[in-house]
């Protein structure tokens, strides 16, 4: 299943935020004084002037990670309103101190927590309040283990309004030159927030040092498209790690882009830009941590949008004597699903990638979607879908799967995706094999020997369900084809998701992914897998495809090529993404980051490759999947 924004929980920064601040807001009734809680707002003559408070926004924010004023009781912090928020749960407003100190360390900056802000950009005021180190927390986290940053702000404030229509404080332009080559600083997995914060030393001190404050970005290039969160990620570094469609990628582990950084409208969030887009001119906003993609700039400015129109990804299409395999993650497809998406879906497989000869699909799920009622058979969905492919000019696709036990695959609770199998008769046999009585979902298939070649006893078929690495998680499909006279072996795959992972952009650095674990064990099964059917013969022709959930260069990926984490043993299987140039090795955008999650890996039978990547979903604001397809033409 593709990643959910958390990477570890369903829910929406939304929902997830609006929980936190209930729990926290309860806390909060036995710390503020009544007098406090209770204070109306009330107003100073028009020109009136701080009253000079001896506590300032860079004393709240402090030159550490956390305030020194955490949970404390503040009156009359001066500021002037910079912006305002009057949606979603976190509603409020940032104020910045006009009469910045001299330590680059100190925010001037700060959010006021407020549920009817009650102000305008332009006021001069004075904020009474308790300041709090705000932690989002997901389900089931605690502030102890949660590894999301925290974002210093004033909570329960009351308000004196001094003037109105004050001169803003300037805007900090920040530039390529400004920003630490770093992303986050290597701590062997420690909190970032119990070490000193030095703006200097990574992207995540230099934005934690400007929390709250006004910001400003120019001319700059998009790298990961618009979402429902009216959220879009931009970077300040344009020749950093660029992809051949201009987005900025992920070439190695712990080495997140540095110049990438978030980009989320006040007023008028929908801004419909995809990657390679420019939004021109001068990007304002104070700067805010998100759970999501990390630092953000909550723009009150934003510059006119230069689109790029970024074509569409097309692929070769096969000759005669070239069989053509692809992979393709269709997003938690349900017979409930509108009759568009099955029609995309359908035009991207006829005309994107020019009618495959075999399709690996991921994400295929039950005949009742997310209705959790015992339903686990996928026929009406795979009907919709090939006859949608049937009205977009492509073949009558057959298709081959296997049912899984209820409940017992991951995904989306009650949905029961799987991975399942299209194919065109005309082009491609599938050879089955096994007694009907067999039950499948439970029943692995093993490699025998026919005529002194390998075969698969049951296909399709599925490797080791009962092995504990296929735990909550979709097991492998594998079909045993002919082509031209010749078995093909296709192994479809859907690994274990990353949730559960530390937030890449969190405090502890470099973080913890232990979801790992799952996958380099699902890898080594199906490598183990393959290693049989070439010890039955060498030249076997086996391709496993499919969504990995993990990086080319990933422990996962060395297992399933080599059988060990590290690499050292030969490979018995071509990772053919790394085939590619570096600038176009991606098939996923996550966070303003391009990246690899789907594979296609070939043995050294399948002869000389053909390989394409075909970019139609993840750089673009409107999506039929969150993930792009890729092919291989093989010449077996």
Not at 393 to 416: C, L, T
Not at 555 to 562: E, G, H, K
Request: charged letters at 25%; a negative charge; one cysteine or more.
């Amino acid at each position: 299943m593709p990643r959910t924004r958390s990477q570890s929980t369903t829910n929406s920064s939304t929902t997830m935020r609006s929980a936190a601040r209930r729990r926290r807001l309860r806390g909060l009734a036995a710390m503020v004084s009544a007098a406090a809680l209770l204070t109306a707002w009330f107003c100073q003559p028009a020109g009136a002037e701080p009253s000079g408070s001896a506590v300032r926004i860079h004393d709240l924010q402090g030159d550490a990670w956390l305030s020194p004023y955490d949970d404390q009781l503040v009156t009359d912090v001066p500021g002037v309103v910079t912006a305002v928020r009057t949606s979603g749960s976190s509603r409020g407003f940032w104020i910045q101190d006009p009469q910045p100190d001299d330590d680059p360390a100190t925010s001037e900056g700060i959010f006021v927590f407020r549920s009817k802000p009650g102000v305008a950009v332009g006021d001069s005021v004075l904020v009474s309040g308790t300041v709090q180190d705000y932690y989002p927390l997901g389900s089931g986290e605690t502030v102890e283990d949660t590894s999301n940053l925290s974002t210093t702000e004033i909570s329960a404030p009351t308000v004196t309004m001094l003037d109105h229509d004050q001169q803003l404080p300037a805007a900090e332009k920040i530039t390529a030159a400004d920003l630490p080559d770093t992303y986050a600083p290597d701590l062997g997995g420690g909190n970032i927030e119990k070490t000193a914060l030095q703006p200097k030393r990574s992207v995540l001190d230099f934005w934690e040092a400007r929390e709250g404050m006004r910001v400003q970005v120019d001319d700059a290039r998009v790298v990961g498209p618009s979402n429902s969160y009216g959220e879009q990620f931009v970077t300040i570094k344009p020749d950093e790690s660029v992809t051949y469609r201009g987005g900025t990628e992920l070439r190695a582990e712990d080495r997140t882009p540095t110049g990438r950084i978030k980009i989320t409208p006040i007023e008028n969030p929908s801004l419909g830009v995809n990657v390679g887009d420019v939004i021109t001119g001068a990007t304002v906003g104070p700067v805010e941590w998100s759970a999501y993609g990390g630092y953000s700039i909550d723009a009150t400015e934003v510059g006119p949008i230069v689109h790029h129109d970024l074509a569409r990804g097309q692929a070769d299409p096969q000759n005669r004597k070239q069989l053509a395999i692809a992979t393709y993650n269709v997003e938690n497809l349900a017979p409930s699903d509108p009759d568009s998406k099955f029609a995309a879906l359908a035009k991207g497989i006829v005309d994107n990638l020019a009618k495959p000869d075999i399709v690996a699909v991921e994400e295929i799920q039950d005949n009742s979607g997310d209705t959790d009622n015992g339903v686990v058979g996928a026929d009406r969905t795979l009907q919709q879908l090939t006859a949608a492919i049937i009205d977009a000019g492509g073949p009558s696709y057959a298709w081959r799967q296997v049912d899984p036990v209820n409940d017992r695959d991951g995904g989306e609770p009650g949905g029961n995706i799987r991975v399942a199998f299209l194919y065109n008769p005309d082009r491609v046999s599938f050879v089955d094999r096994g007694a009907d009585s067999v039950d499948r979902s439970i029943t692995g298939t093993k490699i025998i020997t026919k005529h002194g070649k390998p075969a698969l006893s049951l296909s399709p078929g599925r490797i080791d369900p009962a092995n504990r690495v296929w735990d909550d998680s979709r097991k492998p499909l594998v079909g045993e084809f002919s082509f031209r006279g010749k078995p093909v072996f296709v192994i479809a795959n859907h690994f274990d998701s990353k949730g559960g992972d530390q937030n890449a952009d969190g405090r502890f650095q470099y973080p913890d992914r232990s979801s790992e674990i799952q996958r380099a064990g699902q890898a080594l099964a199906v490598h183990d897998f393959v290693r049989k059917i070439l010890a039955t013969d060498r030249r076997a022709d086996v391709v496993v495809a499919g969504d990995l959930n993990d990086y080319q260069f990933s422990p996962a990926l060395s297992v399933l090529r080599t059988g060990v984490a590290d690499a050292s043993e030969p490979p018995i299987l071509a990772d053919l993404i790394s085939t590619l140039p570096a600038s176009r090795r991606y098939t996923y955008v996550y966070n303003g980051i391009s990246q690899v999650l789907d594979h296609i890996l070939t043995t050294r039978g399948v002869g000389r490759v053909e390989y394409q990547v075909i970019h139609l979903n993840a750089e673009y604001a409107q999506q039929t999947s969150d993930h792009d397809p890729q092919v291989v033409r093989l010449h077996p």
